[in-house]
């Protein structure tokens, strides 16, 4: 059973960068790609980006010059960054394991992070 798990700070200040990690157990994150998704508060969900087996990224568009998504193959953990934030960018965060296309077989229960001074 692949589980996933979400960690950082619940409270970013605007303007800050915020950092997200996710840890995987029961899988690698050598196979498959892996994705963080966000939902901001009354919204849809909003994909945000992934990485790849072999550690390619890509990012929605809309998000793509303030996003970073990395990984430790020893930790079997990828990471967002999200630069330069704001209230706008407050939401529940989930990472999730990309079954195909939009569509994922694993999620990771969520971290709100709030931006806020």
């Known amino acids: 059973q692949v589980q996933l798990q979400e960690s950082g700070p619940g409270l970013v200040k605007p303007s800050q960068t915020l950092s997200l990690t996710c840890h995987v157990s029961g899988g690698s994150i050598t196979t498959n790609y892996w994705s963080w998704i966000r939902q901001p508060p009354g919204k849809g969900l909003e994909w945000i980006g992934y990485?790849?087996?072999?550690?390619?990224?890509y990012y929605s568009p809309s998000l793509k010059n303030r996003t970073s998504i990395s990984r430790d193959t020893a930790k079997n953990q990828f990471t967002l960054q999200l630069s330069n934030v704001t209230p706008e960018d407050t939401a529940m965060y989930y990472c999730a394991r990309v079954l195909g296309g939009a569509t994922y077989d694993y999620w990771g229960q969520g971290t709100q992070v709030t931006v806020s001074s």
């Open positions: 990485i790849t087996f072999s550690d390619a990224t």
